[in-house]
C-alpha cells in the first residue's frame, strides 16, 4: 500500500481529525519545514503494509506507518494490545507470521474507535480487558467493532498469562477516562496511547487530551516506569526515555511560552482591529483577535526553537499553543 493509500484509509477510519484553527507552516509562502531526523523510524514494506518489529522475549511491535500495535506471546496464547481498524486483517496476519499460537487475550488502551474499532476481527471468547471507565463507556456505545470488555478493573491489575506477566495501571484522566499504561516489565516496554509521539508534534491540541493537567503530568507518570522501548500507538517508529523527556521540554516551552503571550495582550489594538474591520461592538470578533494573537505568539516564539528538533512544529504548535493558552486563562 502506498503512504498516501494508508492516510486516505486512516482518515476514512475517523482515525485522523484536525482542528480547524491552524495557522500552519511559513505564513507567506504556505510551505511546509523539512521534517527533522527525529522523524525517521523503519520502513514499512507497501507491498505487505505492515511491519513487525521483535522486541525479545516474546514480545512485537506492529505498525502500519501510522497507528501501532503491541502483542505478546505466553506459550500458552497471544496478548494483543489495541486493534486499529486501519491495520485491521494485518493484525492477524502479522501475529501468524511469527507464532501459530491463538489470541486469547485482547487489551484496550482506551475507548477511542481509531485505536480498538477493528477488535471485531478476534475470535469468539477472547478475554478483553479495560479499565472500567472504558468498559462503561463501551456498554452505552454498543458497538459491535468494539466488543464490550470481559474483565475491567479500576486502578491496577496484573495479567499472568503462561510464562509472561503485563502490569496495566490507570493514573487518571489524561488524553481519555480509561487510558491505561501497559508494562512489560521483562522486556522493560511501556505503552500509553495519544499521549507521546516520538520526533513529532502531536495531534492538534494535545492529540485532542480530555485533561490538560492529566496530559502534562502523563509524562512525569511515564518516566516513573523502568523502560527502554515506550509504544506511544502512532506514528512511524517507537520511543525512548529521551523521546518523552523532549515532548515535555517542548510542552515546557508552550506553557512558557502562552503564560507570556497572556500576560502580554493588547486590548488596544485588539479593539481597533475589530472595528477596523466592522466589528465594532461584535465582542467574539474581538476576543478572537485578541486571543490569535496570544496564540500566534506563543506559536512564534516555540517553532522558531523546535523546528530542527521535532517534526511538523510548523503544522501544530499554534493548536497546542491555543489550548495551554486557553486553559491558563480559565483553569
Ligand atoms: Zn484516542
Redesign the pocket.
Known amino acids: 500500500m502506498k503512504h498516501s493509500d494508508i492516510l486516505k484509509n486512516a482518515l476514512l477510519m475517523g482515525a485522523i481529525t484536525f482542528a480547524g484553527s491552524s495557522q500552519a507552516q511559513d505564513r507567506e509562502t504556505g510551505m511546509f519545514a523539512p521534517l527533522p531526523s527525529s522523524t525517521v523510524g523503519p520502513m514499512v514494506d507497501q507491498a505487505k503494509g505492515f511491519l513487525v518489529e521483535d522486541l525479545g522475549d516474546g514480545l512485537y511491535w506492529l505498525t502500519e506507518g501510522i497507528y501501532q500495535v503491541m502483542f505478546l506471546t505466553t506459550g500458552e496464547g497471544v496478548i494483543v494490545v489495541d486493534a486499529p481498524p486501519s491495520i485491521g486483517q494485518n493484525i492477524i496476519n502479522a501475529i501468524a507470521s511469527v507464532t501459530d499460537e491463538p489470541i486469547t487475550h485482547v487489551i484496550y488502551?482506551?475507548?477511542?474507535n481509531?485505536?480498538i474499532g477493528g477488535a471485531g476481527i478476534f475470535p469468539a471468547g477472547v478475554t478483553i480487558i479495560a479499565q472500567d471507565l472504558t468498559t462503561e463507556h463501551l456498554k452505552n456505545k454498543n458497538d459491535p467493532n468494539r466488543p464490550i470488555p470481559t474483565q475491567s478493573f479500576a486502578e491496577s491489575m496484573t495479567l499472568k498469562v503462561g510464562s509472561q506477566t503485563l502490569q496495566l495501571d490507570y493514573r487518571g484522566v489524561n488524553?481519555?477516562a480509561g487510558?491505561i499504561f501497559i508494562y512489560a516489565p521483562a522486556q522493560k516496554t511501556l505503552m500509553l496511547?495519544?499521549v507521546i509521539f516520538p520526533g513529532w508534534t502531536p495531534f492538534p491540541e494535545l492529540?485532542?487530551a480530555q485533561s490538560v493537567d492529566g496530559f502534562l503530568e502523563a509524562h512525569n507518570q511515564i518516566l516513573a516506569y523502568d523502560f527502554d522501548h515506550f509504544i506511544g500507538?502512532h506514528i512511524n517508529r517507537m520511543g525512548t526515555r529521551q523521546d518523552i523527556e523532549t515532548q515535555q521540554e517542548y510542552f515546557g516551552d508552550i506553557v512558557q511560552a502562552a503564560g507570556k503571550a497572556n500576560g502580554a495582550m493588547d486590548f488596544g489594538a485588539a479593539f481597533g482591529e475589530a472595528a477596523e474591520r466592522g466589528g465594532h461592538n461584535n465582542t467574539w470578533a474581538f476576543v478572537k483577535i485578541l486571543f490569535d494573537a496570544v496564540t500566534q505568539q506563543c506559536a512564534d516564539e516555540v517553532e522558531a526553537k523546535w523546528i530542527d528538533r521535532l517534526g511538523a512544529v510548523d503544522v501544530f504548535t499554534f493548536d497546542h499553543c491555543w489550548t495551554i493558552s486557553e486553559h491558563q486563562r480559565i483553569d
Not at 488502551?109 to 477511542?112: E, Q, T, V
Open positions: 488502551s482506551h475507548s477511542h481509531d485505536h488524553h481519555s487510558n496511547v495519544d492529540a485532542l500507538g
